[in-house]
């Protein structure tokens, strides 16, 4: 089992910007790729981020891409999530997850097998 815990979330004005973390504990993190999701009111829940197990890549998803940087820290069992130039439109719930090192990169939830309980970012205008 891996215990996800994400913080940091808040509410920050457009073109600002927000750190969220992502704490694990249980087994060894460095063993598991991870990524970041977000769910908007009324929408899907969609892949935002992902990193593999030494940092060495990393995968956005367009509408992120330039403005969002993932990264780990596997001393410290954290990944991160560094949101910049912040718009509403990445307002949304927005959960760290845990997949099998030879799932990296997915963008598919089910690939993932650990989650955390989310962290609100909201973004006003």
């Known amino acids: 089992q891996v215990q996800l815990v994400e913080s940091g979330g808040g509410l920050v004005q457009a073109g600002g910007s927000l750190r969220v973390s992502c704490a694990a504990s249980g087994r060894t993190f460095s063993n598991y790729a991870m990524g970041w999701f977000r769910q908007a009111p009324g929408k899907e829940r969609e892949f935002v981020a992902a990193i593999n197990l030494r940092s060495t890549t990393t995968y956005y998803a367009d509408s992120v891409k330039g403005r969002f940087t993932i990264s780990r820290d596997n001393a410290k069992n954290t990944v991160y999530l560094q949101m910049n130039s912040l718009k509403p439109e990445d307002t949304a719930v927005y959960y760290c997850?845990?997949?099998?090192?030879?799932?990296?990169?997915?963008?598919?939830?089910?690939?993932?097998?650990?989650w955390g309980q989310g962290t609100q970012v909201t973004v006003s205008s």
């Open positions: 997850a845990a997949a099998p090192a030879y799932y990296t990169g997915s963008t598919y939830m089910s690939y993932y097998d650990y």
